[in-house]
């Protein structure tokens, strides 16, 4: 049976669209009609051309980035709000899309504890984590940022834009930050923050939170947690118990920084961040009389860096999570779970298996393995043709360079210089991924066998 969309939100759009126009059956009528209708089936048949150029990232066989599909009501929610397009700048341009938001947003702090608390979305966690950032060089001004090296790039990029002295903390054989190189480091008083990862996007590692509290307790700087990718995995029930006592902690920290925009369902881009202390609030104070007029209400622009802002997002965010519920043991839940059950099937076959070298077990849904070989460069040259060949039979994995010290059982020989291997990696955040597991593994064989017999 060959692939189709889902289309049935269709009749659900045309439907809510006729509920809103009800909203303002009030105003005068009047001949609305958009330059150019007429065209716009040709221009679309051309859009959906050029969107065939594309890697099927819906589907179970991409199992390669971060890239899961959005709810159907999400992508309907997102649309419907865009014949009104509210801006979530101000109340004055998206008075109900800000009420979601701010729902939405309490929503998200409620699965870490946090019934007080100061959020919003962004465009991104890019734009999420340099709002948390930037509060943590205001509040510590001088003071360094510090993260590990498989922390996500941002950072350093964020302290950079910043202006705010970055302190790089070598990462353990799991991924994880390295708690003794980072108890030196904060022995000299010159980190005022510590960005701990929950879920490295390399292999999703969890930096061990249980450790960088207790050495905050000693040396008192402010914790910020990137949960941009794992941070849903708190609704999870089947962690590892290490696993588990740190997300039960990121409730303790200062700021944390999810994305709805990854395994929360939405379209790209939603981000969000959130403070423990709604006092950072005032860091943002700024005048815009022009722009907040019409209420005594905080604006949800008065609390964010950036200015305009889609409500759309915020109405899609809203309806999925009244659709599914972001609690334990729901559906969404259960969503996450299977993800983490998809990891571990296909973790667990490769380690089984000769050929490959898996450097340590999956702690969310993300998988790094490489090919068995007898020198570094062969190893990275197998897993590039591995990669290849497994694309020309539909499978899309990706590749990614972790440290040497990964893999023990990979001795460089006396004329390699290398402190990196290139490995395969796979990103296995759709549910259905479960039960893709085996077509999976028997097309990545099909590579292999076609890579060694060259």
């Known amino acids: 049976m060959a692939m189709e969309f889902e289309k049935d939100t269709l009749d659900a759009l045309a439907k809510a669209l006729r509920e809103v126009e009800k909203g303002f059956a009030s105003l005068p009528g009047w001949g609305a009609r958009a330059p150019g209708l007429e065209r716009m089936p040709e221009v ?36 419907l709000a865009t014949w009104i397009n509210p801006n979530n700048h101000a109340l004055d341009g998206g008075r109900a899309s800000s009420a979601m938001e701010r729902e939405a947003v309490a929503e998200i702090a409620g699965m870490f504890g946090w019934k007080t608390h100061l959020g919003h979305l962004t465009s991104g966690g890019t734009m999420a984590n340099l709002e948390a950032l930037w509060a943590a060089g205001r509040l510590d001004p001088g003071k360094k940022i510090a993260a590990s090296a498989q922390a996500h790039y941002t950072h350093h990029r964020i302290a950079s834009v910043l202006g705010l002295p970055f302190v790089e903390i070598p ?5 994880r930050m390295d708690m003794q190189a980072l108890a030196a480091r904060l022995a000299s008083g010159e980190i005022g923050c510590v960005v701990a990862t929950v879920g490295t996007t390399g292999a999703g590692s969890i930096d061990p939170l249980p450790e960088i509290l207790m050495l905050r ?40 920084v999810v ?23 005032a860091l943002y104070k700024h005048d815009s009389p022009y722009t907040y007029f019409t209420s005594a209400e905080l604006h949800l622009g008065e609390i964010s860096l950036e200015c305009s802002r889609p409500g759309a997002s915020a ?8 659709l599914l519920p972001i609690e334990p043991g729901g559906e969404f839940a259960r969503g996450l779970e299977a993800c983490r059950e998809a990891a571990l099937s ?17 702690e969310l849904d993300i998988v790094v393995w490489a090919p068995r070989a007898a020198s570094v460069r062969l190893v990275s040259e197998l897993s590039h043709r591995i990669f290849d060949a497994a694309a020309r039979r539909g499978l899309h ?8 010290s990964y893999f023990p059982a990979i001795q460089p020989d006396s004329t390699e210089t290398h402190d990196t291997v290139l490995c395969l990696r796979s990103v296995l955040m759709k549910p259905e991924h479960r039960e893709w597991v085996d077509r999976i593994l028997v097309i990545l064989d099909a590579a292999f066998e076609e890579v060694r017999g060259r």
């Open 171 to 175: 990462a353990d054989a799991r991924g």
């Open 259 to 281: 994305d709805p925009h990854k395994h929360g369902l939405q379209p790209y881009g939603c981000g969000c961040v959130l403070f423990s202390d709604p006092g950072v609030g």
């Open 315 to 322: 109405v899609a965010l809203w309806a999925t999570q009244r």
């Open 44 to 79: 679309m048949q051309q859009v959906a051309e050029r969107l065939q150029d594309n890697y099927p990232y819906f589907h179970p066989l991409y199992a390669g980035q971060m890239l899961k599909p959005p709810h159907p009501i999400a992508r309907a929610a997102y649309a």
């Open 397 to 404: 994995l990706a590749l990614i360079h972790l440290p040497l």
């Open 217 to 256: 307790d000693r040396h008192h700087f402010r914790l910020h947690v990137d949960a941009a990718y794992g941070g849903y995995f708190s609704l999870a029930g089947n962690l590892t118990a290490e696993t588990r006592e740190a997300f039960d902690l990121i409730g303790q920290a200062n700021s944390i």
């Open 346 to 362: 296909l973790a667990k076959r490769l380690d089984g298996d000769s050929r490959w070298l898996v450097p340590f077990p999956p």
